[in-house]
C-alpha cells in the first residue's frame, strides 16, 4: 500500500490524558499537512512540514499541541492535557512540494471523555 | 480573505437523478480547485481538480465540474446518481497567503440518494 497511513484509527481518551497520533506520507512526498475536522464541518489546516522543518503552524494550534518529523518521513501529532473540545477527526495529507494536489491519509478519530 | 462556500449542507437526489453540487470561492482567482470525497470514518479521496488547463473537468466515478470565472463557481454534476454516491463532497482551493500551501475547504455538501 502507498497511499497515506495513520494510526492509531480511533483513540477514546479521558479529560487531561496525552495522547500522540502518527502518520506516514507517501515515501516521495516531502510535505506533510495536519488537518482536523469537526462534525458537519470541512478539514481545517493546522500545520505543515516541508520535510522536516515545520513551517506554519496555523492560530488552531494551542500550546497543548506539538508535531514532529524529526526525519522528514513520518509525522507525530501530539496533544497534551486533551479537552473534550479536542474530539475531532484529525487528518493527514501529504503531497509532492509546488504541487497542491494533497492525498489524505484515513484518519484518527479522537473521543475525549 | 480566501474562502470556498458550498451552498447546501444536505443534497438528497433520486437513483439515477441529476446531481449538482455548487462551490463558489471568493478572492483571488485560485489556480486549483478540487472537488474531494468523503465516506463514513474514512479520509478524503480526490474526485477531480481544476488547474487552468480546461474549464470542464472530468474526474472519477462520472462526475464532472466547469470552472465559470464570471460566477467564480465550481459545481460538482452527475448526470445519474448511483446508491455509492451516497457521501460528503468538500470543495477546497489553495491557501495562496504567504508560504502555505494547506487547502481551504468548503464546510462540505452531504449527498443522500434515494432508491
Known amino acids: 500500500d502507498t497511499g497515506v497511513s495513520q494510526n492509531p484509527r480511533h483513540k477514546i481518551t479521558k479529560r487531561g490524558q496525552n495522547v500522540t497520533f502518527r502518520c506516514d506520507p507517501i515515501s516521495e512526498h516531502n510535505r506533510l499537512y495536519w488537518y482536523r475536522q469537526t462534525l458537519g464541518q470541512g478539514p481545517e489546516f493546522l500545520t505543515y512540514?516541508?520535510?522536516?522543518?515545520?513551517?506554519?503552524k496555523s492560530r488552531l494550534l494551542s500550546d497543548r499541541f506539538s508535531a514532529e518529523r524529526p526525519k522528514g518521513s513520518f509525522s507525530t501529532l501530539e496533544i497534551q492535557r486533551t479537552e473534550q473540545g479536542d474530539s475531532a477527526m484529525y487528518l493527514c495529507a501529504s503531497s509532492l512540494e509546488e504541487d497542491y494536489e494533497q492525498f489524505f491519509g484515513p484518519g484518527t478519530r479522537l473521543t475525549v471523555l | 480573505a480566501q474562502s470556498v462556500t458550498q451552498l447546501g449542507s444536505h443534497v438528497s437526489v433520486s437513483e439515477g437523478a441529476l446531481v449538482l453540487l455548487r462551490c463558489n470561492y471568493s478572492s483571488s482567482v485560485p489556480p486549483y480547485l478540487f472537488w474531494y470525497v468523503q465516506y463514513p470514518n474514512q479520509g478524503l479521496q480526490l474526485l477531480l481538480k481544476?488547474?487552468?488547463?480546461?474549464?470542464l473537468v472530468k474526474g472519477i466515478n462520472g462526475f464532472e465540474a466547469e470552472f465559470k470565472k464570471s460566477e467564480t463557481s465550481f459545481h460538482l454534476t452527475k448526470p445519474s446518481a448511483h446508491m455509492s454516491d451516497a457521501a460528503e463532497y468538500f470543495c477546497a482551493r489553495p491557501n495562496q497567503v504567504g508560504s502555505q500551501g494547506n487547502l481551504i475547504f468548503g464546510k462540505g455538501t452531504k449527498l443522500s440518494v434515494k432508491p
Open positions: 512540514f516541508q520535510n522536516e522543518a515545520q513551517l506554519e
Open positions: 481544476y488547474t487552468s488547463a480546461a474549464t
